[in-house]
């Protein structure tokens, strides 16, 4: 029996700096696929000569269109789990192995990062209710690990600009379980590419919102439900 395969998927915007270590240390671990979300630098050309599968992005696409693009190609590909980080060093590649271990030989279908400390207000709300909620600490980290079939499963990473949370919400939804791991890393010094401080807050309260009408949305149904069967 074949073994199963796992690739890194890195979205990358104008990181032309940091990609070529980030992939070359990540490759100790698994197959890289680093999408390029239209850098105006040499982040593909980096992320290629560190030896990633690179997919470029003709127009920019964002966070969750990025890693849209990653999990198909990741798909075509023929892998079978996949493990999302940031292209800028904040995650430490050496913690690929935990979460590859858990996704291949303990069979844990989603694997969640948990960092030292939250960025930005929006994420301390949106962290509470989620905690709540799902019992997961830290819904926003990007580094998480996933059984393609989830994917599949969900016909696609996101569909609603969900930033990098979607996939995981309807997951547990659907019943999967999960495991949580810290996630350390060094900390960058400039901003973040894909959102700037007040675009990030304000795009944190809309997924949150999207994740509060559904489970109205799901609360509703449930009584409906009752309601009938009573």
Excluded: W
Aim: charged share 30%.
């Amino acid at each position: 029996m074949d073994r199963p395969r796992t690739a890194i998927l890195i979205p990358a915007f104008r990181e032309g700096a940091t990609i070529g270590p980030v992939v070359r240390a990540a490759r100790n671990h698994a197959d890289v696929i680093v999408v390029d979300d239209a850098s105006p630098d040499e982040t593909g050309k980096r992320a290629a000569e560190a030896g990633a599968i690179v997919v470029r992005n003709e127009a920019n696409l964002g966070y969750d269109g990025s890693l849209n693009r990653a999990f198909e190609k990741a798909l075509e590909l023929g892998f079978d789990f996949a493990i999302t980080m940031d292209a800028d060093g904040e995650h430490d590649p050496s913690l690929i192995a935990g979460f590859k271990s858990l996704l291949t030989e303990d069979r844990v279908p989603l694997v969640l990062g948990v960092r030292p400390r939250k960025q930005r207000f929006a994420e301390i709300v949106m962290g509470l209710y989620i905690r709540l909620r799902f019992g997961v600490r830290d819904i926003l980290c990007g580094m998480k690990g996933y059984d393609l079939k989830l994917a599949v499963e969900n016909h696609g990473f996101d569909h609603t600009n969900s930033i990098g949370t979607e996939l995981a919400i309807n997951s547990i939804r659907r019943g999967a379980t999960f495991r949580q791991l810290g996630v350390s890393g060094t900390r960058r010094q400039d901003a973040p590419r894909f959102d700037r401080r007040l675009r990030a807050n304000m795009r944190i309260f809309a997924a949150l919102g999207q994740i509060i009408v559904q489970d109205v949305k799901s609360l509703f149904c449930a009584t409906a439900a009752r309601k009938r069967e009573a």
